[in-house]
């Protein structure tokens, strides 16, 4: 009798969701203020289950695996939310519902429309460039004048293979570094052409033997710690870096270089699936995250530019007038984006960029 | 009583059988980018082609086989004489002995393997002690090479090599080898025409246990090798998540499970016939 | 050559603080079948295993057919051994195995395949080469591990228990079989047992062992009517141990007495009551008790095949001669 009693104990535990609302969230580990979920619980009664991911291919493949049971996911805009809304994945956003909307950024609302017309399915969250992140000793020791803030410290040979015993790592993603290699060589850089590509696997082949791994995230510990002294990456991960370094016993300068040629943009950003089991509470959600707070409070942790613009005013000088965070409107003018590849095009990229690796 | 001999099966069909069949099906459907799960069913074998012809794959498949090779040969001259001592020691000592080699089972793999990192990295532990010994000043970097990677696979399935070899040498008969060196055998002769082939069975137990795992090895390659290194383990994951080419990545896997079920076979056998000597 | 085909000088062996063999002398002659006799843990493997090599003696030395056997590993002597467990190499078949020791010397492949031959046919295991060990009877198994000692023309054959894994009807005929072979072969066999029917039956010499000493070496004869001390004394075959005097004893064996009703004509007589009798068929054992003192074992061969002889109870007379008993100091 007192283990059935239990049994049964044990099962209203287990299914709280009868008695409760709630919304199940799945973002980017340490991308939103979490302090601040308690506060939308608070206020509207809704409970977050909140899991985090880090690559955006996870949440592909969960995605597309269908039944996930997410309400709210957080896709990076290219070419994950592309591929994703061609495949049906989201539903398309209630925009009367949600009251902060009025919040975001129109300029990059326009920039995110490129990959999802007329801004239907999903909304910006946070955004930043691609970049040369190194450790300012190591480079000026090497080459006092070295052009930091041009995608030449990376893609041309010379200058490049100067800091190879220092250690260079770039990152492992072709939809990334083609277009940085494409804009290197003044090509487009949006470019699919097995042609244009094939120049830019020449120059890639050319720095090969300067570069140490290939990594779309080891090079922020790597940096802090001085295993490596260049780095191509995300700018909210150098700045992480210089964070880090910053905090070390042994004390590095870390800085980051924004290409004058010009940088890719990325976006994330928050958008609902189309079997979400909750869309009431995830449009509750989305308008939270579209609060000028909560946006403010995620950026001071991440050390990323939210597409929020009354933020702005709540954020700290350091981060708000960091134009390596937020970039001055002559260098903003210069950000490109870059649209999806199909199937095929995919393929051969992927594949340009295995042999690149892999030094075939 | 017919449940329980019906329990395996069941759990044989519902976790081996029905997944596979899975994995077969989506390796003969069609690449879809814009459907959701991305596959087109059908009977295509347009990923196996691909997988045959194109030579990326085929390096991906020999550079794989090639390192689980080495792995295990390493393994196993590191792990033979680590079971021969173990056997050879004293009834009370041997399980302090094998607790000291299943001990790293209790930490997760991917902090031992996040700890390899830390040592191997240009400014690892390892050269620190280097340059600060003053043995090298220079000593370049391990980590991101494939001895990184060997030293990986070495460590992590050295236990599945010393168990099987143990199990195998502890069953030993002594005295044989008393007789073998009693009828003139020298201590290496003895070994190779006594030692060796009885303790065959946990050889080949011991190679399979490291081989085949290491083969399909994605964690190690990805954390502690280099790029250059290509690993049809990390193939599979490009094509499953970079590319979103389900039906590759498991026509992979198929290919992976074919390759290996061929040793599984061998050893099969050859224990069906030492079973039957005895 | 001649002088002993084994010589032990002194030799002695410690495992940690237990002392297996303490300082032990011992010759061996040339063809002979020697055994080693004593109870378990007595050092009598320990010894065999040294003159083999696989112990090495902590000191004294071991000198076989005139060459010290100090520091030569077991495969350089020129001795082989016949395992208690046999010890046959499961994964060869039975040929192989007997042509193990002289593939190692390298002998040519068509001379081993005669030897083998020939050492089978000895052994009477003609016909079995192509068999595993496991398809054997424990019979045959044993011969294939006689066989492969064999083969090799050992100056010395060892023999660890070689009948302790048979039965007991098998062990009966194998002890002749043995016996014979060592005569045939004029080989030297070096035996250990703990069995003393064994050891009488099959050797021309013994030597009894007891806390890694030898306390008496001699023929089964010598050993067993006069028995060097109370120890052998009782440990070969039964023996009434009579005190005499302090310190003097008397070991007198129960078929060197004499039971009868009236006093018998011997130098020495006592008379007791029959407590006990077992009836063994050819013989009966009788337990006498002399007034209130030593109860003694008579046998008495039942020679008449109508009557008994004497029942429990009866009061009868014990005599013996004067050289019937051995006296003993220890």
Not at chain 1, 53 to 76: C, F, H, M, Q, W
Not at chain 1, 270 to 296: G, S, T, W, Y
Not at chain 3, 150 to 173: C, F, H, I, Q, S
Not at chain 3, 266 to 293: F, M, Q
Request: with cysteine; charged share 20%.
């Amino acid at each position: 009798m007192r283990f059935l009693a239990g049994l049964l104990l044990l099962l209203t535990l287990a299914s709280p969701a009868t008695a409760q609302k709630q919304v199940n969230v799945y973002n980017w580990s340490d991308y939103i203020a979490e302090d601040r979920l308690k506060v939308f619980t608070a206020e509207t009664g809704i409970k977050v289950n909140y899991t985090t991911y880090d690559s955006n291919e996870i949440l592909d493949a969960k995605l597309k695996a269908g039944r996930s049971g997410y309400d709210v996911v957080v896709p990076t805009a290219s070419p994950f939310l592309v591929r994703q809304l061609a495949a049906k994945l989201y539903q398309p956003i209630d925009k009367a519902k949600l009251k902060n909307l009025g919040n975001l950024d129109p300029k990059l609302m326009a920039e995110l429309a490129k990959y999802d017309p007329g801004n239907r399915h999903a909304i910006p969250w946070m955004w930043g460039t691609i970049g040369v992140g190194y450790n300012v000793a190591e480079i000026r020791k090497r080459m006092p004048d070295a052009p930091v803030e041009s995608l030449g410290m990376i893609f041309d040979p010379k200058i490049v293979s100067r800091f190879a015993d220092c250690g260079v790592m770039v990152l492992d993603s072709a939809t990334d570094m083609f277009p940085a290699a494409l804009k290197y060589l003044g090509l487009d850089p949006d470019s699919k052409s097995s042609a244009d590509l094939a120049k830019a696997a020449e120059v890639m082949k050319a720095i090969r033997p300067s570069i140490r791994k290939f990594h779309s995230s080891e090079y922020i510990n790597a940096l802090a710690g001085g295993d490596i002294c260049l780095a191509f990456g995300y700018s909210g991960d150098i700045l992480q870096a210089r964070d880090r370094a910053a905090k070390a016993a042994q004390k590095r300068e870390i800085a980051y270089g924004p290409p004058k040629e010009g940088a890719m943009l990325w976006i994330d950003t928050a958008a609902i699936p189309k079997d979400a089991p909750n869309p009431e509470q995830a449009h509750r959600f989305l308008d939270f995250m579209l609060e000028p707070k909560v946006a403010a409070a995620s950026s001071t942790l991440t050390g990323y530019a939210n597409a929020n613009l009354p933020a702005t005013a709540l954020l700290d000088k350091a981060i708000a007038g960091n134009p390596w965070i937020y970039p001055p409107a002559e260098a903003r003018a210069k950000l490109y984006t870059i649209t999806a590849a199909n199937a095929e095009q995919t393929r051969e990229r992927t594949r340009l960029w295995t042999a690149i690796k892999t030094g075939r | 009583m017919r449940l329980v001999i019906a329990l395996p099966y069941l759990w044989l069909v519902v976790f081996f059988l029905l997944p596979l069949g899975l994995v077969l099906g989506l390796s003969l459907a069609t690449n879809a980018p814009d459907l959701a799960p991305p596959v087109e069913l059908g009977l295509s074998f347009a990923s196996f082609k691909l997988l045959f012809t194109d030579d990326l794959y085929l390096a991906a498949w020999l550079s794989s086989l090639r390192i689980a090779a080495t792995s295990t040969l390493v393994c196993l001259l590191l792990g033979y004489p680590m079971a021969y001592a173990i056997a050879r020691a004293t009834p009370p000592r041997r399980p302090l002995l094998l607790m000291l080699v299943i001990l790293p089972f209790w930490t997760s793999f991917l902090i031992r393997v996040y700890a390899w990192m830390g040592l191997l990295a240009e400014n690892g532990i390892l050269n620190q002690f280097l340059r600060w010994s003053g043995l090298m000043s220079d000593p370049g970097t391990i980590l991101g090479t494939e001895w990184a990677i060997h030293l990986g696979i070495v460590y992590a399935y050295l236990p599945f090599m010393v168990l099987p070899l143990y199990t195998a040498l502890e069953k030993l008969d002594w005295s044989l080898l008393e007789a073998a060196s009693d009828l003139g055998a020298r201590p290496l002769p003895a070994f190779l025409t006594v030692t060796l082939p009885l303790s065959l069975p946990g050889i080949v137990a011991g190679c399979l246990l490291v081989f085949i795992p290491a083969v399909g090895e994605f964690v190690i390659p990805d954390l502690l090798g280099g790029t250059r290194t290509l690993m049809i383990g990390k193939v599979l994951w490009d094509e499953f998540f970079t590319n979103s080419d389900w039906p590759l990545a498991s026509a992979v896997a198929i290919c992976l499970l074919i390759l290996l079920v061929g040793p599984i076979l061998l050893f099969q056998r050859q224990q069906q016939r030492s079973l039957e000597r005895t | 050559m001649s002088g002993p085909i084994v010589k032990i000088d002194g030799v002695a062996k410690s495992f940690g603080a237990v002392q297996a063999v303490a300082g032990v002398d011992l010759e061996i002659a040339r063809g002979e079948l020697f055994a080693l006799l004593g109870g378990s843990g007595c050092g009598k493997t320990t010894l065999l295993r040294m003159l083999a090599g696989f112990e090495t003696p902590d000191s004294g030395r071991i000198v076989i057919d005139g060459q010290d056997m100090t520091g030569v590993p077991p495969h350089l002597r020129p001795v082989n051994m016949m395992f208690q467990s046999y010890a046959l190499f499961p994964h060869l078949d039975v040929a192989n195995n007997v042509g193990y020791g002289l593939k190692r010397e390298g002998v040519a492949k068509t001379e081993i395949a005669e030897r083998v031959a020939a050492a089978l046919a000895l052994v009477k295991l003609d016909g079995l080469g192509a068999r595993r060990p496991a398809q054997l009877s424990g019979g045959q198994r044993q011969r294939v591990a006689l066989a492969r000692a064999l083969v090799k023309r050992p100056k010395l054959l060892l023999l660890d228990e070689p009948l302790a894994a048979l039965d007991r009807k098998l062990r009966e005929g194998t002890r002749f079989e043995l016996v014979r072979l060592q005569e045939q072969l004029e080989l030297t066999f070096v035996m250990v047992t703990h069995d003393q029917e064994e050891a009488m039956g099959m050797a021309s010499r013994l030597a009894v062992m007891k806390d890694g000493r030898i306390v008496q070496t001699g023929t089964p004869h010598d050993v067993y009517e006069r028995p060097a001390t109370r120890f052998v004394a009782d440990f070969i075959g039964v023996a009434n141990i009579l005190q005499t005097a302090p310190r003097r004893w008397l070991a007198l064996r129960p078929e060197k007495i004499v039971l009868a009703a009236n006093r018998p004509a011997t130098a020495h007589a006592a008379t007791g009551k029959i407590v006990d009798i077992a009836y063994e068929g050819d013989r009966s054992l009788y337990r006498v008790a002399i007034g209130n003192g030593p109860v003694m074992l008579v046998a008495q061969m039942n020679t008449e095949r109508v009557r008994e002889s004497h029942r429990r109870g009866d009061a009868v007379w014990l005599g013996w001669s004067d050289d019937a008993g051995q006296p003993l100091e220890e």
